[in-house]
């Protein structure tokens, strides 16, 4: 059913109260993305569709009438059923970073030879090692020499840097994310791998500098937060950038230029992952 934003979250909070087991809301075709939204904000299309998802047919015939009755056109359509679950797991088995990483869904077993094992239960938070730009983090991590290093994972998402970090022998791994649902998935996966992550709000990051600083975000946010990672970073670290296009790099470069050396750029289909040297200070 299509809404504008104004009508959507009361639209949803009444379809839940009609007995919806959920409701979702998607913008409609045509709408430009939402990418990149200032910090602290929840911006929303101007035209939604939900989609209302009952598991009673006549819960489902009520609430299209009471839609109807408001002059709403609401759509009802029968939903086979499927193994969700199973539905959800395709697709993703273990895969191998730099050839001796590997991420292992909880419900797979890792090969035998296997060197490096991070499982992992992916969640609603970001992040399984099957996007380009998580990958080409994992694949600098794993060809990294983290041993006694102190690594800060910013924008952890599902926190799979920071627990790919602990695995290669970091000795501190610090994960900061803005998202109270990120950090319990952090939690979640470093107790299922019995891997010590501390799992941070960016306001709560214990003080204390890196020796390498990772951050798969955005263009946008990593250019806003340049002096906050390069001010976390001690001279002669290492900063690796990602969540980043091909023709997004050199702004996202230019932002910490003169405070970090740029060492290369590596790409894989659009995305593209800077690995940086903070310079010493003078």
């Not at 929840?42 to 009438?65: C, I, Q, R, Y």
Request: glycine content about 10%.
């Amino acid at each position: 059913m299509a809404a504008t934003a104004e009508e959507a979250w009361t639209l949803g909070d009444e379809l839940e109260g009609l007995g919806a087991l959920s409701v979702s809301l998607q913008p409609r075709a045509g709408s430009p993305p939402q990418l990149e939204p200032e910090p602290g904000t929840t911006p929303l299309w101007t035209e939604l569709v939900l989609t209302a998802l009952f598991a009673d047919g006549s819960a489902a015939d009520a609430a299209v009438s009471r839609l109807r009755a408001r002059r709403l056109d609401p759509e009802l359509r029968p939903c086979r059923e499927r193994d969700w679950i199973a539905a959800g797991r395709e697709g993703f088995g273990p895969r191998c970073f730099a050839g001796r990483l590997w991420i292992v869904p909880e419900w797979c077993e890792p090969p035998a030879d296997a060197e490096a094992v991070v499982r992992l239960a992916p969640g609603l938070a970001f992040g399984t090692g099957m996007h380009p730009t998580t990958a080409l983090c994992l694949e600098w991590l794993a060809g990294a020499e983290l041993d006694g290093r102190r690594v800060i994972d910013y924008g952890t998402g599902s926190g799979i840097l920071a627990l790919a970090a602990a695995r290669l022998g970091a000795r501190e791994v610090v994960a900061v994310d803005n998202d109270p649902q990120a950090l319990a998935a952090v939690r979640a996966n470093a107790k299922l791998n019995t891997l010590t992550v501390t799992a941070v709000a960016p306001e709560a990051l214990p003080p204390g500098k890196a020796d390498i600083v990772v951050a798969n975000i955005l263009a946008r946010p990593l250019v806003l937060l340049a002096d906050t990672l390069l001010a976390r970073l001690r001279p002669g670290g290492r900063l690796v950038l990602a969540g980043i296009t091909g023709d997004q790099a050199d702004v996202v470069a230019a932002a910490y230029a003169g405070r970090a050396r740029l060492l290369e750029r590596r790409t894989r289909g659009e995305w593209m992952r800077l690995d940086m040297c903070r310079v010493p200070l003078a």
